[in-house]
């Protein structure tokens, strides 16, 4: 199947000396989570929801260019799997398909997960429960929006569930705490606005929409079909209490699809900010050895997410640490919290290990 089969052909574009408020303003009008940014006809870079609220401060009369990211690029008639390929190697929601510098579309991770029964042939035997994340992270009703918008940034995602009294009551969206700061900003005056100091404490309550959820039985092309008909890139899993015992993301679909016979294993982690460079050095010195040792049992195809909270508790600073391994014929999921990130990890690893070795 080519790009040009299921890519998006109508493309909502932005100049790059555009302000920053006209673009979330473009990208909430047209429900999109990302814009290309032009240079006349010439594509450019790409600018994401992500990557604005990543930010510490937001003028909003700033230049979009300012917000921008690099980004791979493909072309019409490449294969899909090109772009699946490199959607999950960088992390990125779509990528502009571009014909000698000019737009010709763009493709999605939505896009991909519309036709995900013809890209995954047993998709419809594919549960729910079978790629889940149990280790769920949620934002209580009378939660400030300040601490929700960090939990969202924390995950790398674009919603969170909603819960009271642990039962799941609504979703927040990137995008509503991105139009607070944007309508509080007008209200104050016209000039830098920095998130964390809102004049006002806002409540998750008041900007949160109604739940969308599915049950652990559910298989991928109905839960596809969920997450494109409400706008959504996670969906929560409930029981019969509207107990939320898991969560499944876009990215968990896409991590499901198998494209071609290139061997190797992927790294992906989330929640440390561009100043944790030694913890990410950690990460895949300690992660490659793991894979290296255990790709002797399982082979050399698979995938290691890690998730990383920095948190703060009796005045010293604790990592908590969530993982997932998947591979052909193993999905595991670890979990441990440590104030030495080093120790955290290590037992982790350990523990994959001993499980692989006892299968």
Known sequence: MEINEIMTKDV??????????????????????????????????MLTYKNILRRGSIRTNSKVFNFSINTPKVSEKADVMEAVKLIRESGLNGLPVVNKDHIAGIITRTDIIKNIDKIVKNASTIKNYNIMNSDVVTVDTQNDIESASDKIKMLDE????????????????????????????????????TSGKFKIEIKVSSLMDSPVYSDEDSNIIEISTLLIKNGLHIIPIVDKNMKVTGIIGISDIINIIEYGEEEGFYIEVSGLNTEDRDLYDITYFM???????????????????LNIRKYKTDGRGKYSVRTKLITPKIHMERDDSDYNYGKCLSRILKNYES?????
């Not at 050399?300 to 997410?305: D, F, I, P, R, Y």
């Not at 499980?355 to 299968?359: A, G, L, N, V, Y």
Request: charged share 30%; net charge positive.
């Open 158 to 193: 674009y919603e969170i569930p909603v819960t009271q009294n642990d039962r799941l009551v609504g979703i927040l969206r990137s995008r509503e705490i991105l139009n607070n700061i944007i309508a509080e900003k007008e209200k104050i005056s016209y000039g830098e606005y």
């Open 287 to 305: 992660s490659d050895k793991f894979i290296s040792n255990i790709s002797r049992i399982i082979g050399n195809n698979g995938k290691l997410t």
């Open 355 to 359: 499980s692989i070795k006892e299968k």
């Open 12 to 45: 909502i574009t932005i100049d790059r000396d555009a302000k920053i408020s006209e673009a979330i303003a473009k990208m909430n009008d047209n429900y999109v989570q990302q814009l290309p940014i032009m240079d006349g006809k010439k594509y450019i870079a």
